[in-house]
């Protein structure tokens, strides 16, 4: 596996435990990561005629003049530009010892159209925004459009959080070592990057999982074994039964998105559970999902009394208000019933489920807290997650990754922090960051539809946070095969292709 996500702590440490363990010291480190960059620039760029690389002070600049010794060495004009001379002694000092080329210096950085730049100057040690001779050579590479390789990172962006610290190359390609970092995946960070290639310097798996990451690229690999198929004697409520609360006459549509959603998503039964007013236009638009009225708490008791639901979606088109609070305070002590049949496995709580809670979240993360509580999932967007964690939204320094982690501690949910990046977090600390996502997905309910994949999941028994990254990267896949055109009521159908394939791959549990 390779889809755990290092921060620049964690890669310090396993490129000194890789040191240690031996034979590789880091100069080897380097001359392969160096190795790795001049690979790709020759493989990419087969006729340059001329490469400017850019060398920074530290080991980024290192693996900088590594590469410009390959390229030379391969024939390609090759000019170093140098901002500072690497620390004595350092591996970076040796890297220049053994480049050929005379360097000069960055201030006077000039390049013709058609050239490429190899982006060395600062990668993992970037401490501050980028200014002086660095910002230049920024402005430079831009206004003439030239293609750049970065190395590790393109200069100016946090591999920790992906910001863009003052200003940052924008590069074709990107090439790094060993894991990828949050910032490679976190926006505007992945904009930066272009093509992201992970090369292998010698820093082996077991050095990695001695790191314990807790960050990973949410891909399949990493739920597909609790991703649930049906069993051969499999009914209809052993696959598990969802329901999705309504809204008031004008606007039911959200909850059917979610609902249609859910049940697309395997779960055997959905109910929609609607007010008295709307059974009506609910009842007129329903075929294979079921209708229930629900105006009050004794009606969700009875509910769930009587039809042993495992799942509930809150939240999109339902309002914000009391009855918004008062049903998601009920559905929390769900959890409390006598009759253990009677527990609900999950929640999902979206839009106006999240909202409800601004003046009050307390009260909310109280009762996700109470021992028993059913398992809570929250799909907060941008400005719903800086309604319920509004100091966590406004700390400008963390990155979206620590502020979804910050918050399902806070919160005892799991986070779904949407957007176009979006970050799934645990309250254990373990996280995922997608990207397999397409803008087309930015339409009126998708997030609906969301909500109700994560809610199907859930109801079949899929842990929560695997099922929150399930339900996001099914959902992200299913938009950017859809494509243009793309409207909320595509999804659910977009759905199945996508589930088809993750079925077949599944591994296949041994027998007996
Ligand atoms: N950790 C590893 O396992 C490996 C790291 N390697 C390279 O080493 C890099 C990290 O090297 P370093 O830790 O030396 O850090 P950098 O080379 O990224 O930065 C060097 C120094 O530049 C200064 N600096 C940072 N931002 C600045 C700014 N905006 N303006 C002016 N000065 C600034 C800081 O003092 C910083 O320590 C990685 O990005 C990668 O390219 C590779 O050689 C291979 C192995
Ligand atoms: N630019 C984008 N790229 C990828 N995914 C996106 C983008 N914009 C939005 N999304 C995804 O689309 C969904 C939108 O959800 P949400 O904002 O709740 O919309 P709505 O309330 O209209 O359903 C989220 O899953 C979000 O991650
Ligand atoms: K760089």
Same mark, same amino acid.
């Given at each position: 596996?390779?889809?755990?996500?290092?921060?620049?702590?964690?890669?310090?440490?396993?490129?000194?435990?890789?040191? =240690?363990?031996?034979?590789?010291?880091?100069?080897?480190?380097?001359?392969? *990561?160096?190795?790795?960059?001049?690979?790709?620039?020759?493989?990419?760029?087969?006729?340059?005629?001329?490469?400017?690389?850019?060398?920074?002070?530290?080991?980024?600049?290192?693996?900088?003049?590594?590469?410009?010794?390959?390229?030379?060495?391969?024939?390609?004009?090759?000019?170093?530009?140098?901002?500072?001379?690497?620390?004595?002694?350092?591996?970076?000092?040796?890297?220049?010892?053994?480049?050929?080329?005379?360097?000069?210096?960055?201030?006077?950085?000039?390049?013709?159209?058609?050239?490429?730049?190899?982006?060395?100057?600062?990668?993992?040690?970037?401490?501050?925004?980028?200014?002086?001779?660095? *910002?230049?050579?920024?402005?430079?590479?831009?206004?003439?459009?030239?293609?750049?390789?970065?190395?590790?990172?393109?200069?100016?962006?946090?591999?920790?959080?992906?910001?863009?610290?003052?200003?940052?190359?924008?590069?074709? *390609?990107?090439?790094?070592?060993?894991?990828?970092?949050?910032?490679?995946?976190?926006?505007?960070?992945?904009?930066?990057?272009?093509?992201?290639?992970?090369?292998?310097?010698?820093?082996?798996?077991?050095?990695?999982?001695?790191?314990?990451?807790?960050?990973?690229?949410?891909?399949?690999?990493?739920?597909?074994?609790?991703?649930?198929?049906?069993?051969?004697?499999?009914?209809?409520?052993?696959?598990?039964?969802?329901?999705?609360?309504?809204?008031?006459?004008?606007?039911?549509?959200?909850?059917?998105?979610?609902?249609?959603?859910?049940?697309?998503?395997?779960?055997?039964?959905?109910?929609?559970?609607?007010?008295?007013?709307?059974?009506?236009?609910?009842?007129?638009?329903?075929?294979?999902?079921?209708?229930?009225?629900?105006?009050?708490?004794?009606?969700?008791?009875?509910?769930?009394?009587?039809?042993?639901?495992? =799942?509930?979606?809150?939240?999109?088109?339902?309002?914000?208000?009391?009855?918004?609070?008062?049903?998601?305070?009920?559905?929390?002590?769900?959890?409390?019933?006598?009759?253990?049949?009677?527990?609900?496995?999950?929640?999902?709580?979206?839009?106006?489920?999240?909202?409800?809670?601004?003046?009050?979240?307390?009260?909310?993360?109280?009762?996700?807290?109470?021992?028993?509580?059913?398992?809570?999932?929250?799909?907060?967007?941008?400005?719903?997650?800086?309604?319920?964690?509004?100091?966590?939204?406004?700390?400008?320094?963390?990155?979206?990754?620590?502020?979804?982690?910050?918050?399902?501690?806070?919160?005892?949910?799991?986070?779904?922090?949407?957007?176009?990046?979006?970050?799934?977090?645990?309250?254990?600390?373990?996280?995922?960051?997608?990207?397999?996502?397409?803008?087309?997905?930015?339409?009126?309910?998708?997030?609906?539809?969301?909500?109700?994949?994560?809610?199907?999941?859930?109801?079949?028994?899929?842990?929560?946070?695997?099922?929150?990254?399930?339900?996001?990267?099914?959902?992200?896949?299913?938009?950017?095969?859809?494509?243009?055109?793309?409207?909320?009521?595509?999804?659910?159908?977009?759905?199945?292709?996508?589930?088809?394939?993750?079925?077949?791959?599944?591994?296949?549990?041994?027998?007996?």
């Amino acid at each position: 596996m390779s889809d755990e996500l290092l921060t620049s702590a964690e890669m310090g440490e396993a490129d000194r435990l890789t040191i =240690a363990a031996g034979p590789i010291d880091g100069i080897g480190l380097m001359r392969r *990561a160096g190795e790795a960059v001049a690979g790709e620039v020759l493989r990419r760029y087969p006729s340059a005629m001329h490469v400017h690389v850019l060398c920074g002070p530290g080991n980024n600049g290192g693996d900088g003049y590594v590469v410009a010794r390959i390229l030379a060495g391969s024939g390609v004009a090759t000019t170093i530009w140098a901002s500072g001379a690497p620390r004595p002694q350092s591996d970076a000092a040796l890297a220049a010892a053994e480049c050929p080329i005379a360097s000069r210096p960055l201030s006077v950085f000039e390049a013709e159209p058609g050239s490429i730049v190899v982006d060395a100057l600062y990668g993992a040690g970037l401490s501050k925004p980028l200014s002086g001779d660095a *910002a230049r050579a920024v402005g430079v590479a831009t206004a003439l459009h030239l293609p750049v390789v970065a190395v590790d990172l393109p200069s100016g962006v946090s591999g920790d959080s992906g910001r863009v610290l003052g200003v940052a190359f924008a590069a074709a *390609a990107t090439v790094t070592f060993a894991r990828k970092k949050p910032g490679h995946l976190l926006l505007p960070g992945r904009e930066r990057c272009g093509d992201i290639v992970l090369a292998d310097i010698g820093i082996g798996d077991d050095i990695i999982a001695r790191l314990q990451p807790r960050a990973v690229d949410n891909r399949p690999a990493h739920w597909l074994r609790d991703f649930p198929v049906p069993a051969v004697d499999a009914h209809k409520y052993k696959r598990g039964h969802v329901g999705v609360f309504s809204g008031g006459p004008s606007a039911t549509g959200a909850a059917r998105l979610s609902a249609l959603a859910a049940a697309r998503s395997g779960a055997g039964a959905v109910t929609v559970l609607s007010p008295g007013n709307a059974m009506t236009v609910n009842a007129g638009h329903l075929t294979s999902i079921m209708l229930s009225k629900t105006d009050d708490v004794a009606d969700i008791r009875e509910f769930v009394g009587e039809r042993r639901p495992s =799942a509930f979606v809150l939240g999109p088109g339902f309002g914000v208000g009391d009855k918004t609070r008062t049903f998601g305070l009920a559905l929390l002590a769900c959890g409390q019933a006598q009759d253990a049949a009677a527990q609900v496995d999950g929640l999902v709580f979206d839009a106006d489920a999240i909202t409800a809670f601004r003046e009050a979240p307390e009260i909310l993360f109280e009762a996700a807290r109470r021992p028993n509580a059913p398992a809570l999932v929250m799909t907060p967007h941008e400005g719903e997650f800086s309604r319920l964690f509004p100091d966590i939204a406004d700390d400008n320094v963390s990155s979206k990754l620590d502020k979804a982690r910050a918050a399902a501690a806070r919160a005892n949910a799991v986070i779904v922090y949407k957007g176009a990046d979006t970050v799934i977090a645990a309250p254990d600390g373990r996280a995922a960051i997608n990207s397999n996502g397409a803008a087309w997905l930015a339409t009126a309910g998708s997030g609906d539809v969301l909500s109700g994949i994560t809610a199907g999941l859930l109801a079949q028994a899929m842990p929560p946070f695997e099922a929150a990254c399930a339900a996001v990267w099914i959902h992200a896949d299913a938009g950017s095969r859809f494509g243009p055109g793309l409207i909320a009521e595509d999804l659910p159908l977009a759905l199945v292709p996508v589930l088809r394939e993750l079925v077949e791959a599944r591994p296949k549990v041994p027998v007996g």
